[in-house]
């Protein structure tokens, strides 16, 4: 009897690893292969053309020593500061205010997805004319400013820029988190006197927290990959570098200056640097959320 159930048991076993093949080929394929040739990269000398040629540790140290490069990531960290509370705050408002359904509420859920679904390109090109010192921006309220060669104001205009083209991304899925929580637990919380405020901050927004760690974590990630609507607002990393993100200086370290080792340490790097962040936002939001809508 014990030797049937092993059997059926192995059977069960080996049919489920059988599904799981495809997805699992996948993973090995298209992420763990990869990131085992980036590593191999960062100790390789390549420039796309010649023969690949052993550099040991002097990517790392050209990285290291570099200030360009430690600048590059401040840079970058600023962004996702500026762009991550904009753009969350934006959107869990406006789903709020949507979710009402007040008149006109699908031509504005309309507008605000028209940006998320656009070409970033094409979005980062129609900005730049907007904000050119001849552009429309200026044109509009009468004076001269230099908004993308200023290098006090380049940076939270690229910012303002990406928030704006997200904010339709967020408040959709706040909008369909708000949409799970159970309209009696908003009711009762209404017969017990509850102010809309203390409704929203005390019930809404904790229940929204699954959501709100979904939207944060996919946020950091996209904020710090962020390269095509920046490289169309302010290409060459801006004036003095102040727009000088991560990617663009992998993209330049990889098109133009053919470094391909020291282009694989940047992406290594970052690659750490998001999977330490998202665990850090995991280890927060597991044990101050719930799933449970009873």
Do not use: H
């Not at 690949?52 to 990285?63: C, I």
């Not at 919380?189 to 005390?202: K, M, N």
């Not at 979904?214 to 607002?233: G, W």
């Amino acid at each position: 009897m014990r030797t049937t159930e092993r059997r059926a048991a192995r059977r069960e076993a080996a049919a489920g690893y059988l599904l799981l093949s495809p997805a699992l080929i996948g993973v090995v394929l298209f992420l763990l292969v990869p990131i085992g040739v980036l590593v191999w990269l960062t100790f390789r000398s390549w420039d796309l053309l010649g023969p690949v040629r052993p550099a040991g540790l002097d990517n790392w140290t050209a990285v290291v020593s570099d200030p360009a490069y430690v600048r590059s990531f401040l840079v970058t960290a600023i962004y996702v500061v500026l762009v991550i509370p904009v753009q969350t705050t934006l959107g869990v408002l406006l789903a709020t205010l949507l979710s009402r359904n007040l008149p006109g509420s699908t031509f504005v859920r309309t507008v605000l997805v028209l940006p998320w679904v656009c070409a970033p390109l094409v979005l980062g090109v129609v900005w730049r004319w907007i904000f050119r010192p001849d552009g429309a921006l200026n044109a509009l309220i009468g004076v001269r400013i230099e908004w993308l060669t200023d290098p006090w104001l380049a940076l939270p205009v690229v910012a303002f820029v990406s928030a704006w083209s997200q904010v339709g991304y967020v408040t959709l899925f706040f909008m369909a988190g708000l949409a799970s929580i159970p309209t009696q637990v908003i009711e009762a919380a209404r017969i017990d006197g509850a102010s809309e405020w203390r409704i929203f901050w005390s019930i809404k927004l904790p229940l929204l927290r699954p959501t709100t760690f979904f939207v944060l974590v996919t946020s950091v990630i996209a904020s710090f990959q962020a390269f095509d609507l920046v490289y169309a607002l302010v290409p060459d990393g801006g004036p003095k570098g102040t727009t000088d993100l991560i990617a663009q200086r992998i993209y330049s370290q990889t098109v133009e200056a053919n470094e391909i080792g020291r282009a694989a340490v940047l992406a290594l790097v970052l690659f750490v640097v998001l999977l330490v962040v998202t665990l850090a936002q995991n280890a927060y939001f597991s044990k101050r959320m719930t799933y449970d809508r009873t």
